[in-house]
């Protein structure tokens, strides 16, 4: 009876250790990555504050820069849209992209998508195949830029190997140390 008791525990706890992964992929990041998989997490602070949590999505857990994938950032405080897309900039020039021009036109668009964010609020943000990203706010479309050098540097932030975060970047790619 104890050993039955034994085995039916173990098996409950694998069972339910396997599920979130597989339940936590949220609907339109399944919809626009194909067998999409977490492949890694990550808090973000900053000084002593937590800022957000990121989770990458990719096909069967494997991110590659050239295949659709998808990065959720769950917010822990309140932001000002205008200043998330401040920083994004600031991200992207500090990793060596220096074209001004085309940097003002990509903060404003970023300004004209981002809405101010609460805290629990998700912004998700959605390589295409294409090289398109798609931003979402909770599940609803924000807008699409269509410019796959955007889609590159504006995933960099996070992903690319000049990131201002490697071992947030080592989180979300899931590296292992070596």
Do not use: C, H
């Not at 096909?59 to 659709?68: E, F």
């Not at 195949?129 to 798609?134: F, M, V």
């Not at 979402?136 to 269509?146: F, H």
Request: glycine content about 6%; overall charge negative.
């Amino acid at each position: 009876m104890l050993r039955q008791l034994l085995s039916i525990s173990a098996l409950f706890m694998l069972l339910t250790a396997a599920l979130p992964a597989n339940a936590a992929v949220p609907q339109i990041v399944s919809e626009a990555v194909p067998d999409a998989k977490l492949a890694g997490q990550a808090r973000y602070s900053y000084l002593f504050w937590d800022v957000y949590d990121a989770a990458l999505y990719a096909p069967q857990g494997r991110w590659q820069q050239s295949a659709p994938f998808a990065l959720t950032l769950t917010y822990l405080r309140d932001f000002d849209g205008a200043d998330i897309a401040k920083r994004s900039v600031k991200e992207i020039r500090a990793q060596g992209f220096s074209d001004n021009d085309r940097l003002q036109r990509w903060q404003a668009t970023m300004t004209d998508l981002f809405p101010d964010v609460t805290e629990n609020d998700t912004i998700t943000g959605v390589a295409t195949a294409g090289g398109n990203t798609r931003f979402y706010l909770n599940d609803a479309l924000l807008g699409e830029v269509t410019e796959s050098e955007f889609t590159q540097w504006f995933f960099n932030i996070w992903l690319g190997p000049q990131t201002t975060e490697p071992e947030f970047r080592a989180k979300l790619l899931n590296l292992k140390e070596s």
